[in-house]
């Protein structure tokens, strides 16, 4: 297990600035309340990731659920690029903003490829000690002592 959040809290220092600007999205006229809405709905579901991410803490965090989190972070951040490249101007949406989500989205991509690479390696690992315990029950000669099979036991009670 890995302490994700530690490597990857700076990822996230502009989430209050996020949530801000997705409360402001719906402040536009009336035909554009549907479509701001719509971006409000993608930075409230990237702020509940975030969150979610953020509440690791210094836990220690399962490698597949910490890929798959950023995965779902990365997805998410490119579906709010596209929503601010195409709505800005229309949900008043400030330039800084947007290069705000790009800088994240870089950290964001960056965290999830190490986090995907610890999860890759965790399942490697896993995979190559399921392998070598088969191998040794298999194995006739194997005997409880230091060199082939584990510890051996020192009997109880009176010798």
Same mark, same amino acid.
């Given at each position: 297990? #890995?302490?994700?959040?530690?490597?990857?809290?700076?990822?996230?220092?502009?989430?209050?600035?996020?949530?801000?600007?997705?409360?402001?999205?719906?402040?536009?006229?009336?035909?554009? +309340?549907?479509?701001?809405?719509?971006?409000?709905?993608?930075?409230?579901?990237?702020?509940?990731?975030?969150?979610? =991410?953020?509440?690791?803490?210094?836990?220690?965090?399962?490698?597949?659920?910490?890929? +798959?989190?950023?995965?779902?972070?990365?997805?998410?951040?490119?579906?709010?690029?596209?929503?601010?490249?195409?709505?800005?101007?229309?949900?008043? =949406?400030?330039?800084?903003? #947007?290069?705000? =989500?790009?800088?994240?989205?870089? +950290?964001?991509?960056?965290?999830?490829?190490?986090?995907?690479?610890?999860?890759?390696?965790?399942? *490697?690992? =896993?995979?190559?000690?399921?392998?070598? *315990?088969?191998?040794?029950?298999?194995?006739?000669?194997?005997?409880?002592?230091?060199?082939?099979?584990?510890?051996?036991?020192?009997?109880?009670?009176?010798?």
């Amino acid at each position: 297990m #890995v302490p994700v959040a530690r490597c990857f809290h700076p990822a996230f220092r502009l989430a209050l600035a996020a949530a801000a600007m997705g409360a402001a999205l719906g402040t536009g006229p009336a035909m554009a +309340q549907g479509v701001c809405d719509s971006g409000r709905k993608l930075f409230e579901e990237r702020q509940q990731i975030i969150s979610q =991410i953020n509440g690791w803490g210094k836990k220690k965090v399962d490698p597949n659920v910490a890929c +798959q989190t950023f995965t779902k972070l990365q997805g998410n951040g490119t579906a709010v690029l596209k929503f601010m490249g195409e709505n800005a101007s229309w949900c008043r =949406i400030p330039p800084d903003a #947007v290069a705000a =989500i790009e800088t994240q989205q870089k +950290q964001v991509t960056n965290s999830r490829a190490q986090a995907c690479k610890v999860a890759a390696d965790y399942q *490697k690992a =896993i995979r190559q000690a399921e392998e070598a *315990k088969r191998a040794n029950q298999n194995n006739v000669f194997a005997a409880p002592d230091d060199v082939t099979g584990g510890p051996r036991r020192i009997p109880s009670g009176a010798l």
